[in-house]
């Protein structure tokens, strides 16, 4: 079974600044995807980035990049110059690899970006 | 816009009534996820389908049922309804493949009063 942690509470960020939201994982799987996803207050589920746990580099979307540490089974978000456009609650979530493979969520973090 | 399109947007219904939600993956993806969303839930995992045919079941009450039509689009059928079933209702699409990115839909928010 995989499990996901996010424990932050709110988080906050001054525009232009970066901000890391971390998410642990656990897993008994050798091969597994790791995902975030962002839920604006509108609702809809957007696809942020994605890291394969054999993948040898970080991870990066634009802005975006995963901070990867298998050994701590931690993947992290950093959003690099933040946007009013980024609050909103974001997602980590993973599954094993392998064809129809559900996802298990974390339960999310909220960020709110200060003009 | 993701691809993945859902109807309704928003569904207000009574106790002990059945409501079918709808769902139309992305061009090309077989594989066709629901997700329930509540507060005290969180995002979880209901059902798959992968090309018609049912491939994993999750946390889903034997109130609710799904099925993959032959063009790939896809319906939740939510029967019985109770207070508790209020909740956003995604689904999502993948494609095979190493990455399967799951694409999610706007979603279908069901309000039962």
């Known amino acids: 079974a995989q499990k996901i942690t996010q424990t932050q509470p709110g988080m906050f960020v001054q525009e232009k600044e970066a901000v890391t939201l971390d998410c642990t994982y656990d897993?008994?799987?050798?091969?597994?995807?790791l995902f975030w996803y962002k839920q604006p207050s509108s609702g809809e589920m957007i696809f942020l980035i994605y890291?394969?746990?054999?993948?040898?580099q970080n991870a990066t979307e634009g802005r975006y990049s995963l901070n990867f540490q298998k050994a701590r089974k931690s993947a992290n978000l950093v959003i690099s110059a933040s946007q009013l456009g980024d609050s909103a609650m974001y997602f980590c979530?993973?599954?094993?690899?392998?064809?129809?493979?559900?996802?298990?969520f974390g339960k999310g973090i909220t960020l709110s970006v200060r003009p | 816009d993701s691809g993945v399109t859902q109807t309704p947007k928003h569904l207000i219904t009574a106790t002990g009534q059945r409501v079918t939600l709808r769902c139309s993956p992305r061009?090309?993806?077989?594989?066709v996820y629901w997700y329930q969303q509540s507060l005290d839930q969180g995002l979880q995992f209901l059902i798959q389908?992968?090309?018609?045919?049912?491939?994993a079941k999750g946390n889903i009450l034997e109130r609710f049922s799904a099925q993959q039509f032959p063009d790939l689009h896809s319906e939740l059928n939510l029967s019985s309804l109770e207070l508790g079933d209020s909740a956003l209702y995604f689904c999502?699409?993948?494609?095979?493949?190493?990455?399967?990115?799951?694409?999610f839909g706007p979603g279908t928010r069901l309000l039962v009063l």
């Open positions: 999502a699409s993948s494609t095979s493949g190493a990455q399967e990115t799951q694409y």
């Open positions: 897993t008994s799987d050798q091969s597994y995807g």
């Open positions: 890291q394969g746990s054999y993948d040898e």
């Open positions: 979530a993973m599954r094993p690899t392998g064809a129809n493979s559900k996802l298990t």
């Open positions: 061009s090309g993806d077989l594989s």
């Open positions: 389908y992968y090309n018609g045919e049912e491939r």
